[in-house]
Protein backbone atom coordinates (compact mmCIF):
# COMPACT_ATOMS: atom_id res chain seq x y z
CA UNK A 1 0.00 0.00 0.00
CA UNK A 2 1.44 4.02 -1.05
CA UNK A 3 1.17 6.59 1.25
CA UNK A 4 -0.97 9.22 -0.21
CA UNK A 5 -1.26 12.84 -0.74
CA UNK A 6 -3.67 13.35 2.06
CA UNK A 7 -1.50 11.20 4.19
CA UNK A 8 1.49 13.41 3.84
CA UNK A 9 0.00 16.43 4.14
CA UNK A 10 -1.86 15.51 7.63
CA UNK A 11 2.03 14.14 8.80
CA UNK A 12 3.60 17.93 7.74
CA UNK A 13 0.95 19.99 9.00
CA UNK A 14 0.93 17.72 12.70
CA UNK A 15 4.62 18.23 12.65
CA UNK A 16 4.71 21.74 11.85
CA UNK A 17 1.86 22.81 14.27
CA UNK A 18 2.36 20.20 17.05
CA UNK A 19 -1.26 19.63 17.46
CA UNK A 20 -3.50 16.84 15.59
CA UNK A 21 -6.78 19.18 15.72
CA UNK A 22 -4.71 22.23 14.29
CA UNK A 23 -3.40 20.29 11.71
CA UNK A 24 -6.79 18.93 11.18
CA UNK A 25 -8.20 22.56 10.91
CA UNK A 26 -5.72 23.50 8.09
CA UNK A 27 -6.44 20.65 5.92
CA UNK A 28 -10.07 21.12 6.43
CA UNK A 29 -10.93 17.68 8.10
CA UNK A 30 -12.70 16.07 11.17
CA UNK A 31 -9.90 15.53 14.22
CA UNK A 32 -10.77 11.51 13.22
CA UNK A 33 -10.36 11.83 9.74
CA UNK A 34 -6.70 13.33 10.67
CA UNK A 35 -5.92 10.83 12.94
CA UNK A 36 -7.00 7.63 10.66
CA UNK A 37 -4.36 8.94 7.97
CA UNK A 38 -1.96 9.41 10.76
CA UNK A 39 -2.29 5.30 11.37
CA UNK A 40 -2.61 5.14 8.13
CA UNK A 41 0.33 6.38 7.08
CA UNK A 42 2.45 4.91 10.43
CA UNK A 43 1.13 1.48 8.99
CA UNK A 44 2.17 1.77 5.24
CA UNK A 45 5.88 2.69 6.82
CA UNK A 46 5.99 0.32 9.65
CA UNK A 47 6.92 2.70 12.30
CA UNK A 48 5.68 5.58 14.68
CA UNK A 49 5.94 9.11 13.81
CA UNK A 50 4.63 10.88 16.83
CA UNK A 51 4.40 10.46 20.22
CA UNK A 52 1.77 12.01 22.66
CA UNK A 53 3.33 14.00 25.27
CA UNK A 54 0.70 16.49 26.99
CA UNK A 55 -1.60 17.78 24.62
CA UNK A 56 1.33 18.20 22.07
CA UNK A 57 2.36 15.33 19.42
CA UNK A 58 6.10 15.15 19.52
CA UNK A 59 7.87 14.30 16.25
CA UNK A 60 9.85 10.88 16.68
CA UNK A 61 13.31 10.12 15.34
CA UNK A 62 11.68 8.16 12.23
CA UNK A 63 9.15 11.07 11.94
CA UNK A 64 12.25 13.70 12.17
CA UNK A 65 14.39 11.66 9.45
CA UNK A 66 10.96 11.38 6.96
CA UNK A 67 10.02 15.10 7.28
CA UNK A 68 12.23 16.91 4.68
CA UNK A 69 11.49 13.93 2.35
CA UNK A 70 7.81 14.64 2.37
CA UNK A 71 8.36 18.12 2.62
CA UNK A 72 10.49 17.69 -0.71
CA UNK A 73 7.36 15.82 -2.35
CA UNK A 74 4.73 18.33 -1.42
CA UNK A 75 6.82 21.01 -2.34
CA UNK A 76 7.18 19.57 -6.35
CA UNK A 77 3.70 19.19 -6.26
CA UNK A 78 2.36 22.47 -5.33
CA UNK A 79 5.13 23.57 -7.83
CA UNK A 80 2.98 21.93 -10.49
CA UNK A 81 0.37 24.90 -9.88
CA UNK A 82 2.69 28.05 -9.63
CA UNK A 83 3.71 29.87 -11.88
CA UNK A 84 7.48 30.52 -12.19
CA UNK A 85 6.90 33.72 -13.82
CA UNK A 86 5.04 36.93 -12.35
CA UNK A 87 4.77 38.29 -9.46
CA UNK A 88 6.93 37.20 -5.63
CA UNK A 89 4.36 36.72 -3.18
CA UNK A 90 2.44 34.63 -0.69
CA UNK A 91 3.68 34.07 3.36
CA UNK A 92 6.94 34.49 3.96
CA UNK A 93 7.49 32.29 7.50
CA UNK A 94 11.00 33.37 9.05
CA UNK A 95 12.41 32.51 12.80
CA UNK A 96 15.46 34.70 13.67
CA UNK A 97 17.21 34.64 17.08
CA UNK A 98 16.59 37.70 19.28
CA UNK A 99 19.34 40.29 17.93
CA UNK A 100 18.74 40.18 14.69
CA UNK A 101 15.11 40.02 14.43
CA UNK A 102 15.59 43.02 16.65
CA UNK A 103 17.81 44.82 14.84
CA UNK A 104 18.97 43.66 11.56
CA UNK A 105 15.81 42.56 10.05
CA UNK A 106 12.91 45.42 10.36
CA UNK A 107 15.05 47.44 7.73
CA UNK A 108 15.48 44.00 5.73
CA UNK A 109 11.94 43.09 5.57
CA UNK A 110 11.01 46.78 5.06
CA UNK A 111 12.94 47.17 1.72
CA UNK A 112 12.12 43.36 0.29
CA UNK A 113 8.51 44.69 1.02
CA UNK A 114 9.00 47.16 -0.94
CA UNK A 115 10.48 45.42 -3.82
CA UNK A 116 7.59 42.55 -3.58
CA UNK A 117 4.39 44.05 -1.94
CA UNK A 118 2.55 40.92 -2.00
CA UNK A 119 4.74 38.90 0.48
CA UNK A 120 2.89 38.44 3.91
CA UNK A 121 5.75 38.25 6.30
CA UNK A 122 5.42 36.21 9.62
CA UNK A 123 8.36 36.39 11.53
CA UNK A 124 8.72 33.94 15.35
CA UNK A 125 11.34 35.63 17.36
CA UNK A 126 13.54 32.52 19.63
CA UNK A 127 16.95 31.67 20.54
CA UNK A 128 19.44 29.83 18.21
CA UNK A 129 18.38 26.25 19.24
CA UNK A 130 14.73 27.50 19.03
CA UNK A 131 15.25 28.39 15.47
CA UNK A 132 16.89 25.34 14.64
CA UNK A 133 14.46 23.19 16.35
CA UNK A 134 11.13 25.41 14.06
CA UNK A 135 13.45 24.68 10.89
CA UNK A 136 13.58 20.64 11.73
CA UNK A 137 9.20 20.65 12.31
CA UNK A 138 9.09 22.72 8.71
CA UNK A 139 7.96 25.72 10.76
CA UNK A 140 9.50 28.19 8.94
CA UNK A 141 11.05 28.55 5.54
CA UNK A 142 14.37 30.48 6.68
CA UNK A 143 15.78 30.86 9.65
CA UNK A 144 18.46 33.57 10.85
CA UNK A 145 20.32 32.68 13.50
CA UNK A 146 23.62 34.22 15.57
CA UNK A 147 25.54 31.18 16.88
CA UNK A 148 27.74 28.13 15.38
CA UNK A 149 25.41 25.41 14.84
CA UNK A 150 25.68 22.22 12.56
CA UNK A 151 22.76 19.70 11.48
CA UNK A 152 22.73 16.57 9.42
CA UNK A 153 19.42 18.02 7.25
CA UNK A 154 19.29 21.42 7.31
CA UNK A 155 21.66 23.82 5.00
CA UNK A 156 23.30 26.71 7.63
CA UNK A 157 24.99 29.40 5.82
CA UNK A 158 27.07 31.97 7.29
CA UNK A 159 26.23 35.65 5.88
CA UNK A 160 27.39 38.17 8.12
CA UNK A 161 29.94 38.88 10.63
CA UNK A 162 29.14 40.67 14.10
CA UNK A 163 30.87 41.23 17.17
CA UNK A 164 30.30 41.10 20.97
CA UNK A 165 30.96 43.18 23.50
CA UNK A 166 31.48 43.49 27.01
CA UNK A 167 29.82 46.81 28.76
CA UNK A 168 29.59 48.36 32.12
CA UNK A 169 27.52 51.10 33.82
CA UNK A 170 29.72 54.19 34.44
CA UNK A 171 29.86 54.14 38.00
CA UNK A 172 30.74 50.15 37.81
CA UNK A 173 34.42 49.88 38.79
CA UNK A 174 36.07 48.98 35.89
CA UNK A 175 34.89 51.69 34.07
CA UNK A 176 37.80 54.17 34.44
CA UNK A 177 40.07 51.40 33.44
CA UNK A 178 37.97 50.71 30.28
CA UNK A 179 39.41 46.88 30.65
CA UNK A 180 39.71 43.71 32.42
CA UNK A 181 42.39 41.59 32.73
CA UNK A 182 42.33 37.62 32.44
CA UNK A 183 42.22 37.47 36.07
CA UNK A 184 39.67 40.30 36.58
CA UNK A 185 37.64 38.16 33.91
CA UNK A 186 36.95 35.70 36.95
CA UNK A 187 35.84 38.46 39.64
CA UNK A 188 33.06 39.97 38.11
CA UNK A 189 29.19 39.25 38.70
CA UNK A 190 28.08 38.17 34.99
CA UNK A 191 24.72 39.31 33.53
CA UNK A 192 24.51 36.81 30.12
CA UNK A 193 21.97 35.36 27.98
CA UNK A 194 20.48 31.95 28.75
CA UNK A 195 21.58 28.75 27.61
CA UNK A 196 20.55 27.73 23.91
CA UNK A 197 21.22 31.18 22.63
CA UNK A 198 23.89 32.22 20.14
CA UNK A 199 25.33 35.44 22.14
CA UNK A 200 25.84 32.64 25.06
CA UNK A 201 27.63 30.16 23.06
CA UNK A 202 30.18 32.51 22.06
CA UNK A 203 30.69 33.95 25.38
CA UNK A 204 31.36 30.69 27.13
CA UNK A 205 33.21 29.19 24.12
CA UNK A 206 35.46 32.34 24.22
CA UNK A 207 35.80 32.24 28.33
CA UNK A 208 36.41 28.36 28.03
CA UNK A 209 39.24 29.16 25.59
CA UNK A 210 40.85 31.03 28.49
CA UNK A 211 40.20 28.42 31.06
CA UNK A 212 38.49 30.99 32.87
CA UNK A 213 34.88 30.22 34.48
CA UNK A 214 32.37 33.07 34.60
CA UNK A 215 30.39 33.88 37.83
CA UNK A 216 27.02 34.40 36.40
CA UNK A 217 24.94 36.38 38.50
CA UNK A 218 21.64 37.03 36.27
CA UNK A 219 20.50 34.73 33.72
CA UNK A 220 18.30 37.16 30.98
CA UNK A 221 16.80 36.06 27.29
CA UNK A 222 15.92 39.35 26.60
CA UNK A 223 18.79 42.39 25.62
CA UNK A 224 17.08 45.18 27.15
CA UNK A 225 16.70 43.35 30.20
CA UNK A 226 20.18 42.89 30.19
CA UNK A 227 20.97 46.49 29.78
CA UNK A 228 18.53 47.58 32.24
CA UNK A 229 20.11 45.21 34.87
CA UNK A 230 23.78 46.81 34.09
CA UNK A 231 22.95 49.77 34.00
CA UNK A 232 21.35 49.16 37.62
CA UNK A 233 24.92 48.28 38.54
CA UNK A 234 24.48 44.69 39.11
CA UNK A 235 27.15 43.32 37.31
CA UNK A 236 28.90 43.21 34.01
CA UNK A 237 27.14 42.50 30.55
CA UNK A 238 27.99 40.87 26.89
CA UNK A 239 26.10 41.28 24.18
CA UNK A 240 26.34 42.22 20.38
CA UNK A 241 27.48 45.35 19.76
CA UNK A 242 24.21 46.06 17.46
CA UNK A 243 22.47 46.27 20.73
CA UNK A 244 24.33 48.73 22.61
CA UNK A 245 25.47 51.59 20.13
CA UNK A 246 22.53 53.76 21.52
CA UNK A 247 23.70 53.52 25.60
CA UNK A 248 27.36 53.68 24.26
CA UNK A 249 26.69 56.82 22.32
CA UNK A 250 24.23 58.43 25.17
CA UNK A 251 27.21 57.44 27.70
CA UNK A 252 24.83 55.34 29.76
CA UNK A 253 26.49 52.25 29.20
CA UNK A 254 30.57 52.08 28.28
CA UNK A 255 32.91 49.06 26.39
CA UNK A 256 35.42 46.88 28.43
CA UNK A 257 38.23 45.88 26.30
CA UNK A 258 38.92 42.27 27.05
CA UNK A 259 41.19 39.33 25.82
CA UNK A 260 38.54 36.98 24.74
CA UNK A 261 37.89 36.07 21.28
CA UNK A 262 33.75 37.44 20.30
CA UNK A 263 33.46 37.86 16.59
CA UNK A 264 30.79 35.41 15.43
CA UNK A 265 28.95 34.67 11.95
CA UNK A 266 25.25 35.20 11.48
CA UNK A 267 24.01 32.46 9.75
CA UNK A 268 21.16 31.36 7.16
CA UNK A 269 19.17 28.01 8.07
CA UNK A 270 17.14 26.62 5.65
CA UNK A 271 15.74 23.35 4.18
CA UNK A 272 17.61 23.50 0.70
CA UNK A 273 15.30 20.36 -0.92
CA UNK A 274 12.62 22.70 -0.74
CA UNK A 275 13.17 26.14 -0.95
CA UNK A 276 10.18 28.17 -2.94
CA UNK A 277 10.86 31.23 -5.30
CA UNK A 278 9.40 33.65 -2.42
CA UNK A 279 12.40 31.77 -0.11
CA UNK A 280 15.01 32.08 -2.94
CA UNK A 281 13.95 35.59 -3.47
CA UNK A 282 14.61 36.61 0.22
CA UNK A 283 17.46 34.72 0.65
CA UNK A 284 19.42 36.32 -1.87
CA UNK A 285 18.39 39.76 -0.87
CA UNK A 286 19.35 38.75 1.88
CA UNK A 287 23.04 38.51 1.06
CA UNK A 288 22.86 41.17 -0.94
CA UNK A 289 21.96 43.67 1.45
CA UNK A 290 24.65 42.78 4.48
CA UNK A 291 27.92 41.57 2.25
Known amino acids: MNASVKQLRVFEATARLGRLTAAADEQSMSQS ?24 LMITEAGRDMLPKVNQILYLLDSLHTPEEGPISGPLRIAASVTIASYLLPPLLAAFIQQHPEV ?10 QVIATL ?5 HIGLIEGPAQHRQLQITPWHEDKLEV ?41 QA ?47 N ?15 SHNNRLTE ?11
Open 167 to 207: FCHTSHPQAQAGQLLPLQLAQQRWILREDGSGTRRIFDSAM
Open 120 to 129: VPDVKIENTQ
Open 210 to 256: LNIQAHVAFTLNRQEAIKQTVKAGLGVGCLSQLTIVEEVKLGSLMIL
Open 33 to 56: AASQSLRELESTLNCPLFQRVGRE
Open 258 to 272: TPLELTRRFSLVTQP
Open 281 to 291: AFIEFVKSQTQ
Open 136 to 140: EKGQA
